[in-house]
């Protein structure tokens, strides 16, 4: 079963001790906790199919209040509206094609190289020569600089550092990957974005579910963000550290996490059998990068896939299934948070000699419901490691993230003047996106009237696109996989 990081006290700052061991439910979604020196593990249990005990924690709270978090839906709104993918992704592209690499960061005059200081152990340096917005595209992390500055990246894992009293009154989870950050010299950046992986309502998202974990001498201190995006959480003038987001939602508010997620699958090639390894982990890049170089040490090779279409809650279970003569060990995955560098589960599917295509599902175990599946023919196998398809035309990248750019386009009214800069779009037809009340419509009517007006006018929306919206994206472009 997968092992994620969970349950933390809430103070605007606090110093943590007392270690304990902790079970406790909320909403039907279990979680089993423990606390201990080094490191710390909590497990996500899923719903009651998963997990049938139930007990509570005593413990002691230090809130002076509790949130209240709210959901919202109106006629208009659909699943996908709702759903906010993760900025953790791996290229960003400029029109069709990919703009940066992954050792770079994408700034204001063009890339710049992160230098790898250990490899091993993911500590980087990268220096920002001017004023600007800097993203690495990777791993979803960008930095608002008022002058030239040097900053020093390292990888972190939360069960190394988190080691916290559990509030009565409230529920936490980790939210996205930990960076321990210093930069040279020092009161040069204005803002830092921390990446997130919550799929949270587009355009209601709650600031105070979010605080930003900073882990110090004197403890773990909470401070909350100025911002929070579908993608991630705005720091402004920040002081550096050890840090990260967790989420705290308060209790008994019937809220089941949604998170965007990742099937990865790898296959490893032998004469009398192949096997394919197939894991269900949240949309965190570093995780997957962690994955990639597990993997490769023992010559797996990752196959091209799309994520699941819809977020999934965050401790469910899932069923892996497929073609009749499969044999397959491990059939049920929980999605969890396991931090890079921490065994990742996953299922291992004998599939013989592949002479013909086979399919694997994931299927949800509780209302058993298909949330991803694929077809793999032998020809995968054979070329997947050496040959890559080509970048996707506009037309071609429209048509396969349409249901996804209509759900999750964000603010339209950069976008409607670029197009009307560019003499594509007229005062109009700006209008007539405008005047729509819900930002779904206003998505949908857009992407029509560009569809129409065919691939020249595509590629000038897909331009402006990138340029308001690189985090939106960056990761339609990383589900592309086109590496």
């Not at 990919?98 to 220096?127: M, Q, T, W």
């Not at 991630?232 to 809220?255: C, D, H, K, Q, W």
């Not at 010559?299 to 699941?308: A, E, F, K, Y």
Request: proline share 7%.
């Amino acid at each position: 079963s997968g092992i994620g990081d969970a349950s933390h006290p809430s103070s605007s700052a606090v110093q943590l001790h007392n270690n304990r061991l902790s079970t406790f439910s909320e909403n039907e979604v279990y979680y089993d906790v423990t606390i201990s020196e080094e490191p710390l593990y909590i497990s996500a249990l899923g719903t009651k199919s998963c997990e049938k005990e139930d007990s509570k924690a005593p413990v002691r709270s230090k809130s002076e209040h509790q949130e209240s978090l709210q959901s919202q839906e109106s006629e208009d709104t659909c699943w996908e509206e709702k759903s906010v993918v993760p900025l953790l992704v791996a290229k960003l592209y400029s029109g069709t094609n990919p703009a940066c690499k992954s050792n770079r960061f994408l700034g204001p005059e063009g890339n710049v190289d992160i230098e790898s200081i250990d490899k091993s152990a993911k500590r980087y340096s990268v220096h920002f020569p001017a004023a600007g917005f800097y993203l690495w595209p990777e791993t979803g992390l960008g930095f608002l600089v008022t002058a030239a500055v040097t900053v020093r990246i390292t990888f972190n894992s939360w069960g190394r550092h988190l080691d916290l009293e559990l509030q009565h009154h409230e529920q936490w989870m980790v939210g996205g990957p930990l960076f321990d950050i210093s930069v040279e010299p020092e009161g040069f950046i204005a803002e830092i974005h921390l990446p997130h992986v919550i799929s949270l309502p587009a355009n209601e998202v709650d600031l105070s579910w979010f605080q930003v974990a900073h882990f110090k001498d004197e403890g773990m201190v909470l401070e909350p963000p100025a911002q929070v995006q579908p993608f991630y959480a705005v720091l402004e003038n920040p002081s550096f550290s050890l840090m990260g987001i967790l989420l705290r939602f308060a209790r008994g508010t019937g809220l089941s996490v949604p998170i965007t997620s990742t099937a990865l699958i790898y296959y490893h090639f032998y004469p009398e059998d192949v096997i394919f390894h197939l894991y269900l982990i949240p949309s965190d890049s570093l995780l997957t990068m962690a994955i990639d170089e597990e993997e490769a040490k023992f010559q797996g090779v990752r196959l091209q896939t799309s994520p699941p279409a819809d977020p999934l809650n965050f401790g469910s279970c899932y069923i892996v299934s497929g073609s009749p003569h499969l044999e397959i060990i491990g059939k049920e995955l929980k999605l969890s948070y396991r931090s890079p560098g921490e065994i990742q589960v996953f299922s291992k599917v004998y599939a013989g000699r592949m002479k013909e295509p086979i399919i694997l599902k994931i299927t949800e175990k509780r209302h058993k419901t298909l949330v991803w599946q694929i077809l793999v023919k032998p020809v995968e196998l054979r070329f997947g490691a050496t040959s890559a398809p080509p970048p996707l035309s506009a037309v071609a990248f429209m048509k396969e993230h349409r249901r996804q750019l209509r759900a999750r386009m964000g603010d339209l009214n950069g976008i409607l003047d670029d197009l009307q800069d560019s003499e594509v779009l007229s005062e109009e037809e700006k209008e007539l996106v405008q005047q729509w009340p819900t930002q779904q419509r206003r998505n949908e009517t857009l992407l029509k009237m560009v569809e129409k007006k065919g691939p020249q006018v595509q590629e000038i929306f897909l331009k402006s696109f990138s340029k308001r919206d690189p985090y939106l994206m960056s990761y339609l472009s990383q589900q592309s996989l086109r590496q």
